[in-house]
């Protein structure tokens, strides 16, 4: 006897009805796969969407940000869709800052604002909002992790010691810095964290190269600078080879009266009123210089990260350092509000110029060299600065004090914070 494998008949409408069914389950368990895989990516894919999150707090992962070329800040030739991590706004941020003058013992005091008794705090809670992407903010323990047996050095003048100050203080949310050198005038410094064995060290060279400096602890100076165009600072050079990681600048040293040697003899000056000396401007010796220090640093075969930094703009209103000059404003401006003073505008020029030759240079030598160009940036934070309080209530004794303002170096905490956002987004990706 044969046996019989199929099923008993059904009705037409029957089997209509069971086949309406199963379509239907089907359908339903492909729309589910496909959505519950949309927003999934393979590893290693940046999502090319942006946030729009106004306050995004820092990330636990170990994915970048979509990638950044900063050479991309100066070649005008960017995408209205790419990274700029210099092109941005500053956006309101309610949680502030991740330090304080109270968490932190390591701000100088003539940058603890808050400290010497700046009475507005709003310029305290603004954060950096590249345009096109997210710049996540920075993660101090991932940082260190990072840096794990490395060493940093900042190198240059009274900025990147307010710099070095910024970044320990936002380090030290996670290891406190053991304090290990500083020269006779407390300059030169160095750092170490030892759960990391992690250097950080800041060098004093405002000009980048040999100077003879005649000047009182105010910036007063008695003398024309003497400055040797031809030959590099060795109190940087020497200790170059031994760094992972540089940032050089200088900048607004270079508006100082000064006279000008190489071979041992003065070819010229800027503002030194001699009859046997011409008269060849801070330019001639900043292009000099940075030609010099840019070259050196392009040949050196260093196989670290190394970053020239633009020099930064003040905001001094109504005169400058030494005449009367002030800055009152408590809020950020608007891009174009506030225009790059003409000598600003000849440093960051220049500065511009010797990077691309250097790094034309240093892509065929193997030397990984970038631009930090803070420039615009800090353009529009003309509240960020001490201003008068530079000093430890410069008003308690007399409200009409008259006081020395600073709008060149910047409050602690304050907008030079966001540098080290943008620093650890390009480290990141350049890792």
């Known amino acids: 006897m044969k046996l019989n494998w199929r099923l008993p008949s059904r009705s037409k409408r029957g089997n209509a009805a069971v086949k309406l069914a199963v379509s239907m389950l089907l359908v339903g368990l ?44 100066e070649d005008g030739n960017a995408g209205a869709d790419e990274c700029d991590l210099f092109s941005g706004e500053w956006i309101p941020y309610r949680s502030g800052p991740v330090y304080t003058n109270q968490s932190c013992s390591l701000i100088e005091t003539h940058q603890n604002c808050m400290g010497n008794g700046r009475p507005d705090k ?22 260190l992790e990072l840096m794990r047996n490395k060493a940093w050095a ?24 053991i304090h290990v050198y500083h020269d006779e005038e407390y300059k030169s410094r160095r750092w170490h964290f030892p759960s ?23 910036g007063v100076s008695t003398s024309a600078v003497k400055l040797h165009l031809d030959k590099l600072d060795t109190n940087w050079t020497s200790l170059y080879p031994n760094f992972d990681y540089m940032i050089i600048s200088t900048g607004k040293w270079f508006l100082k009266t000064a006279i000008y ?9 800027h503002n030194c009123d001699k009859e046997d000396i011409p008269e060849v401007g801070f330019d001639f010796a900043y292009r000099k ?49 506030i225009k790059l003073k003409d000598l600003n505008r000849i440093l960051r020029d220049i500065e511009l110029s010797e990077y691309e030759k250097a790094s034309a240079i240093a892509a065929k030598t193997g ?23 530079r000093e430890i209530y410069p008003f308690a004794k007399d409200k009409n004090a008259k006081v020395q303002n600073d709008c060149l ?9 966001a540098w080290n956002d943008v620093i650890m987004e390009i480290v990141m990706n350049a890792s």
């Open 30 to 73: 492909a729309f589910r796969l496909l959505f519950s895989r949309s927003e999934e990516l393979p590893p290693g894919v940046a999502n090319p969407v942006a946030k729009k999150s106004v306050a995004a707090k820092p990330a636990e992962s170990d994915e970048a940000s979509p990638r950044f070329d900063p050479t991309s800040a």
């Open 122 to 143: 709003g310029y305290l809670y603004w954060r950096w909002k590249p345009r096109n992407c997210e710049l996540p903010l920075f993660n101090g323990r991932r940082f």
């Open 154 to 177: 900042l190198i240059g003048d009274s900025i990147s010691r307010n710099h070095v100050q910024s970044l320990l203080c936002m380090l030290s949310t996670v290891e406190q810095p």
């Open 196 to 218: 990391y064995n992690f250097n950080i060290s800041v060098i004093w060279t405002p000009f980048l190269v040999k100077a003879a400096i005649f000047e009182d602890y105010n």
């Open 261 to 269: 040697y190489e071979n041992g003899r003065a070819v010229g000056c």
């Open 289 to 337: 210089t940075l030609h010099n220090v840019m070259n050196f640093i392009a040949k050196s075969k260093h196989k670290g990260l190394l970053f020239l930094r633009t020099s930064t703009p003040d905001h001094f209103e109504n005169g400058e350092w030494h005449n009367g000059g002030t800055c009152r404003r408590t809020a950020p401006v608007k891009e174009g509000e």
């Open 367 to 389: 030397v990984n060299l970038k631009l930090l160009d803070f420039t615009n940036l800090l353009l529009t934070r003309p509240d960020g600065h001490p201003g008068p309080y």
């Open 409 to 417: 170096h910047w409050c602690l905490p304050g907008p030079i914070d």
